[in-house]
């Protein structure tokens, strides 16, 4: 399986940006689709966006279209994750998941679909 680490979580004011990065080793990234998800305290996971193993396929949650982006580049072996616009509510943990699969335009919303998950970064945006 790959190893995912994100980064680039931390504290902002509502309306602000931020970059969450997941660097994944142990294996290339370009076999897996890739999604993050995020939990809030008290919350279930839930899901943000994906992208697919060609790039061409991305999938956003509501709560997050127009002001999330998701991409990828695979000489840095990266997936990220643009977020602006940023309010109180998108305060959560967010998770970067992968799924290794053959197929280049698959995409998923649901969390038991990815095999592949991150230890998680914070992301808090205050009001």
């Known amino acids: 399986q790959v190893t995912l680490v994100e980064s680039g979580g931390g504290l902002v004011q509502a309306g602000g940006s931020l970059r969450l990065s997941c660097a994944a080793s142990r294996r290339t990234v370009s076999n897996y689709a890739m999604a993050w998800f995020r939990q809030a305290p008290g919350k279930e996971r839930e899901f943000v966006a994906a992208i697919s193993r060609s790039g061409g396929s991305t999938n956003y949650a509501d709560s997050v279209k127009g002001r999330f982006t998701i991409s990828r580049d695979s000489a840095k072996n990266t997936v990220y994750l643009q977020m602006s616009s940023l309010k109180p509510e998108d305060t959560a943990v967010y998770y970067c998941?992968?799924?290794?699969?053959?197929?280049?335009?698959?995409?998923?919303?649901?969390?038991?679909?990815?095999?592949?998950w991150g230890q998680g970064t914070q992301v808090t945006v205050s009001s």
């Open positions: 998941a992968g799924k290794f699969i053959t197929a280049w335009a698959w995409v998923s919303v649901a969390t038991w679909e990815y095999d592949s």
